[in-house]
């Protein structure tokens, strides 16, 4: 089984800032990786796909990068509706998800 | 607009049943694999189980391996999830997915549905 690690667990940010968030996968997933936004309450967003390739409808200071076994998902410069929990995701061996990084002010 | 809408939550005792629905629209459901995805309180995501678009291919995490059945009728555009010997750890919000296309990510998710093992 494939183990999504993020890092960190908890991000503390302010509006305005940049926000780095990490996933490391134990093996290699190629660019089979995904990035989902959720809020309190509510269903997860697909934000990214395929690593680097935003979904429908998000924004552009979402971004993606990484390949192999090391991604970043950044959020150039955060707005307030940005603060929620992240969580990686890969599909290229079974489904696995990371354990999500939680973005506060 | 795709819309997920799932029922058949609520409260049921260990080694109980329950069965979840996801009604769909909005798309061509026979043409995309779905999924189960589950959230314990406090937690992250777990995939529980998927299914192809014709209904062929199935897979089911290992804990729940034996246990849960996933299911759909692509003419009422409907997943099921049959859940037996429900035990206390099965206690979730379970959300229906839809997969973007063969192994893609799921592009869209219904509101959740929860359920809850206890005594």
């Known amino acids: 089984e494939i183990v999504l690690t993020q890092s960190p667990d908890t991000l503390s940010v302010s509006p305005g800032e940049r926000a780095t968030l990490s996933c490391r996968a134990s093996?290699?997933?190629?660019?089979?990786l995904a990035w989902y936004q959720q809020k309190a309450g509510q269903a997860p967003r697909l934000l990214i796909s395929?690593?680097?390739n935003r979904a429908t409808g998000i924004p552009a200071r979402f971004s993606g990068s990484g390949s192999g076994t090391d991604f970043t998902l950044t959020i150039s410069s955060l707005e307030p509706e940005d603060f929620a929990v992240y969580y990686c995701?890969?599909?290229?061996?079974?489904?696995?998800f990371g354990q999500g990084t939680k973005v506060e002010i | 607009e795709v819309q997920l809408l799932e029922s058949g939550g609520g409260l049921v005792e260990p080694g109980g049943s329950l069965r979840l629905s996801c009604a769909a629209s909005?798309?061509?459901?026979?043409?995309?694999?779905m999924a189960w995805v589950r959230q314990a309180p406090g937690k992250g995501l777990e995939w529980v189980s998927v299914?192809?678009?014709?209904?062929?291919?199935?897979y089911y995490a290992d804990s729940v391996k034996g246990r849960f059945t996933i299911s759909r009728d692509n003419s009422k555009n409907t997943l099921y999830l049959q859940m037996n010997s429900l035990r206390a750890e099965d206690t979730a919000v379970y959300y229906c997915?839809?997969?973007?296309?063969?192994?893609?990510?799921?592009?869209?998710w219904g509101q959740g549905i929860l359920v809850t093992v206890s005594p």
């Open positions: 997915a839809k997969e973007a296309g063969h192994s893609r990510p799921f592009d869209y």
């Open positions: 909005g798309f061509t459901f026979s043409g995309y694999g």
């Open positions: 299914m192809s678009g014709s209904g062929g291919s199935t």
């Open positions: 093996q290699s997933v190629s660019s089979n």
């Open positions: 395929d690593a680097s």
């Open positions: 995701q890969q599909r290229y061996s079974s489904w696995t």
